[in-house]
């Protein structure tokens, strides 16, 4: 069994910073996919960035290209994202997620993720 623990959410302003992690408990592998994804009010859930196993090259969506980096140390198997330059629409309760496959092309399909974390609200006022 896999539990996630999400922290690191909060309120700022445009164009302000917050930074999320994501420590897993139980049977996890360094190979072992995880992910951040977010949803918005009436949205649907969208995967906003991952780390690619097992080469550790991270994938961000378009939307947060330059403005956050996701990071994971394999020594305490912590997952982190860095969000520099938030924006009202990166508001959102942003989930933390795991599969034990590697990470790949289809990292931001959120039906391939068996383990999700209970969600950290982020909101960004203009």
């Known amino acids: 069994q896999v539990q996630l623990a999400e922290s690191g959410g909060g309120s700022v302003q445009a164009g302000g910073s917050l930074t999320l992690s994501c420590t897993p408990s139980?049977?996890?592998?360094?190979?072992?996919?995880m992910a951040w994804f977010r949803q918005a009010p009436g949205k649907e859930r969208e995967g906003v960035a991952a780390?690619?196993?097992?080469?550790?090259?991270?994938r961000l969506a378009d939307s947060v290209k330059g403005r956050f980096t996701i990071s994971r140390d394999y020594a305490t198997t912590t997952l982190s994202l860095q969000m520099n330059n938030l924006k009202p629409e990166d508001t959102a309760i942003y989930y933390c997620a795991l599969h034990t496959s590697l990470c790949g092309s289809e990292w931001s399909a959120s039906n391939r993720y068996y383990y999700w974390g209970q969600g950290t609200q982020v909101t960004v006022s203009s």
């Open positions: 780390i690619f196993t097992p080469n550790g090259l991270p």
């Open positions: 139980g049977d996890t592998l360094p190979t072992h996919c």
